[in-house]
């Protein structure tokens, strides 16, 4: 069931929601128009205390000497007023017993004569009223003709242009302050990429300082994360090369305790304890064994010996020395199909992973009404690679532990705990395998069961 797009307008928002850079765009203008508004709402206001009555003298002489050049001989002159139409942006009404002509029919009656009891700023009667502005803007002759002056709107046709070039300056301020805001915070996604390669174990590169002389708060913070992941590594390797020491020195005490324990008389009072213990002892040095092969695996400079190998064939020998110690291992159900690619697979480690797979499956498989099956057939990916899928029919585990399968000493609360064997470390040693190797590690459930995938990619 596919999920409905969400509206553009949702989108738009999670995206804005989910971007500083974005916000503190829209912070900036915001903040721009804010005070533009308060500047130039404060100045008009400013300005427009006492400039009516500052203009109106100028205004009315100015219209006096219009009415004068247009008036020859007492009379109005049609040919002066439209000289002085082309002239000058105006229009000119002039009506009366002699005289009836309009410089421009086709205009609507200006804003100025309509009804309009009060001015633009709510002060009352200005010149917005008829008779206000037919005194400023309208003559009348000696022979009873009136003069009706006004201004030209065509002359003013050029104000949408002017409303795009300003949208299109803003939207180019607009990209100008998203790309310096998008610079400024650039070392944002450098401190995100290096935080996930010291979360992913890679303190190898650490994360870019601008200007490390000098640094800004991006630059501090960058520097506070590149000397607590150098202490994180620090603490790693430290950790690693205990453990390492531990595992190396524990190994020949161990074979000394094995050695002794087998040289004890095989009486019958002591036969348990003497089985009980070689168990123990050897199960120590498979720990042992484990901890340190995951060590070097883990390490940056693990060292694989490739050789072409069958993954049928090693499979069948991983079989046949399983069934030796383990009755049930004869009954595991291998399926290859013929004609599988040989791959170069460091056999030694491949083998661990193939044993590590089945002993889980085995264990954990108990009174299963099926067999243990492995899988082994080409990847469908087309790499010339092959895919392993060990699959076991017991309880598996829950979904939420899934995850952690892979992680060293992790144990499940299901039948899959220590009673059942093991320490948590046969499929952490697997993933290392698959991963040195260039493949994949993938556990789900299978129900029932568990069910381990794991591609080895060809050459």
């Known amino acids: 069931m596919t999920t409905p797009a969400l509206p553009w307008y949702r989108r738009a928002f999670a995206a804005l929601r989910c971007s500083l850079r974005l916000r503190l765009v829209l912070v900036f203008l915001l903040l721009a128009m804010g005070m533009a508004f308060t500047f130039i709402s404060g100045a008009q206001k400013a300005f427009s205390v006492g400039w009516r009555e500052a203009a109106r003298p100028l205004l009315m002489d100015y219209v006096d000497r219009l009415g004068t050049e247009v008036v020859v001989g007492g009379t109005p002159s049609v040919e002066r007023a439209q000289a002085l139409t082309q002239r000058l942006p105006v229009t000119i009404a002039i009506s009366g017993p002699q005289v009836n002509w309009r410089s421009h029919p086709d205009q609507i009656k200006p804003h100025w004569k309509r009804d309009r009891p009060r001015d633009a700023d709510g002060d009352g009667p200005g010149w917005g009223d008829d008779q206000d502005w037919d005194g400023l803007l309208l003559r009348t002759t000696a022979d009873g003709h009136r003069i009706e002056f006004g201004l030209n709107d065509a002359a003013f046709e050029r104000r949408p242009k002017l409303i795009g070039f300003t949208l299109g300056v803003l939207l180019l301020l607009t990209l100008l302050a998203y790309l310096y805001v998008r610079k400024l915070l650039r070392p944002l996604d450098d401190i995100r990429q290096g935080a996930q390669r010291f979360g992913a174990?890679?303190?190898?590169?650490?994360?870019?300082?601008?200007?490390?002389?000098?640094?800004?708060?991006?630059?501090?913070?960058?520097?506070?994360?590149?000397?607590?992941?150098?202490?994180?590594?620090?603490?790693?390797?430290?950790?690693?090369?205990?453990?390492?020491?531990?595992?190396?020195?524990?190994?020949?005490?161990?074979?000394?305790?094995?050695?002794?324990?087998?040289?004890?008389?095989?009486?019958?009072?002591?036969?348990?304890?003497?089985?009980?213990?070689?168990?123990?002892l050897a199960e120590m040095a498979r720990l042992i064994s484990d901890l340190l092969e995951s060590e070097r695996l883990a390490s940056r400079h693990q060292a694989l010996h490739r050789e072409l190998t069958d993954p049928a064939v090693l499979a069948r020998e991983v079989i046949d020395e399983l069934a030796i110690t383990q009755t049930a291992a004869s009954t595991i159900r291998l399926s290859t199909p013929s004609g599988l690619p040989t791959l170069p697979l460091d056999r030694i480690r491949v083998r661990l992973l193939l044993r590590n797979l089945l002993d889980n499956a085995l264990r954990h498989s108990a009174g299963a009404s099926q067999p243990v099956e492995l899988h082994i057939h080409p990847d469908a990916t087309g790499d010339q690679g092959v895919l392993i899928e060990v699959r076991d029919h017991g309880p598996g585990v829950p979904d939420d532990q899934l995850p952690h399968l892979a992680q060293p000493f992790f144990r499940p609360d299901t039948a899959r705990t220590r009673s059942a064997g093991g320490v948590g470390l046969g499929l952490y040693l697997c993933r290392l395998v698959a991963e040195a190797h260039g493949g994949n590690f993938a556990v789900r459930n299978a129900r029932p069961g568990l069910a381990v995938t794991v591609t080895l990619p060809g050459a």
């Open 201 to 280: 174990g890679e303190f190898g590169q650490p994360i870019p300082v601008r200007r490390p002389h000098r640094p800004d708060e991006l630059g501090q913070l960058a520097t506070t994360i590149n000397t607590m992941g150098h202490d994180i590594h620090q603490m790693l390797e430290a950790q690693r090369a205990l453990l390492l020491a531990i595992s190396h020195e524990l190994r020949s005490p161990l074979t000394r305790a094995r050695l002794n324990t087998e040289l004890l008389p095989e009486s019958e009072d002591i036969a348990g304890q003497r089985e009980a213990l070689l168990r123990d």
